[in-house]
């Protein structure tokens, strides 16, 4: 099946920092990412959504100046948390859908990040 | 707009026994896409199966299998002879056009 790998899994960072998180599709081509937020037992809450070389599409309520998200090749998206608080700890995961075959039906998902800030 | 519910917050079952996790779906469109996702502990997410919406017959996956009522907008897991590997967070999903929205989730706990 079609692979996607996140990184970091897991990052510190102090408050007012900015941290970025990358996904990468490794074996098709992601004509379209999505980027989600998992608070501690609960569900996975979409924030955007991006298109390879558009502009992504921010959910109602996710501030698109705090969460930059870049998908500038088809392969690669990137989320950059910027200046950073201890509200923004949080499980963010990626997911990538392609164009063709199974990798468009469904999204495959990377393995999460975790992020913490203090 | 289109919600996801899943009722059961956590279910047990025993070993080698059969276990049904509910999800009930609201949209108005007629074509699309129907997901139960896996959590376990890892928190790496897993399809188990997949349903399309214009499909009648039920998706099969070895021991996992769905009830979809499409006209009562319910899709249902199936998980025949649980095992242990099974337990976890099971998430049903909604795809139309690009959106997939999930449900809240079942945690599922298997016990020897």
């Known amino acids: 099946g079609a692979v996607v790998s996140q990184h970091p899994s897991w990052v510190i960072c102090k408050s007012g920092t900015s941290v970025k998180i990358e996904c990468r599709s490794l074996?098709?081509?992601?004509?379209?990412m999505f980027w989600y937020r998992q608070f501690p037992k609960q569900s996975l809450m979409l924030m955007a959504t991006?298109?390879?070389?558009?502009?992504?599409?921010?959910e109602q309520g996710v501030e698109k100046d705090k969460f930059l998200i870049n998908h500038a090749s088809l392969t690669l998206s990137t989320l950059t948390v910027t200046s950073a608080h201890p509200e923004d700890s949080s499980f963010y995961i990626c997911s990538a859908r392609g164009d063709r075959g199974t990798s468009n039906t469904e999204a495959f998902f990377g393995q999460g990040t975790r992020l913490t800030v203090v | 707009a289109q919600t996801v519910t899943q009722s059961q917050p956590e279910m047990s079952v025993q070993e080698a026994e059969t276990v049904t996790l509910s999800c009930t779906y609201d949209t108005s469109e007629s074509d699309y896409y129907l997901f139960w996702y896996k959590q376990p502990p890892s928190r790496q997410m897993i399809l188990v199966i997949r349903q399309e919406a214009y499909k009648q017959q039920n998706a099969t996956e070895n021991r996992f299998s769905v009830n979809f009522q499409k006209a009562a907008k319910s899709f249902s897991l199936k998980i025949s002879d649980s095992q242990l590997g099974d337990a976890a967070m099971y998430f049903c999903?909604?795809?139309?056009?690009?959106?997939?929205?999930f449900g809240k989730g079942t945690r599922l706990h298997i016990l020897p």
């Open positions: 999903a909604y795809r139309r056009d690009d959106k997939i929205i």
């Open positions: 074996d098709f081509q992601a004509t379209t």
């Open positions: 991006s298109n390879e070389g558009s502009k992504a599409t921010y």
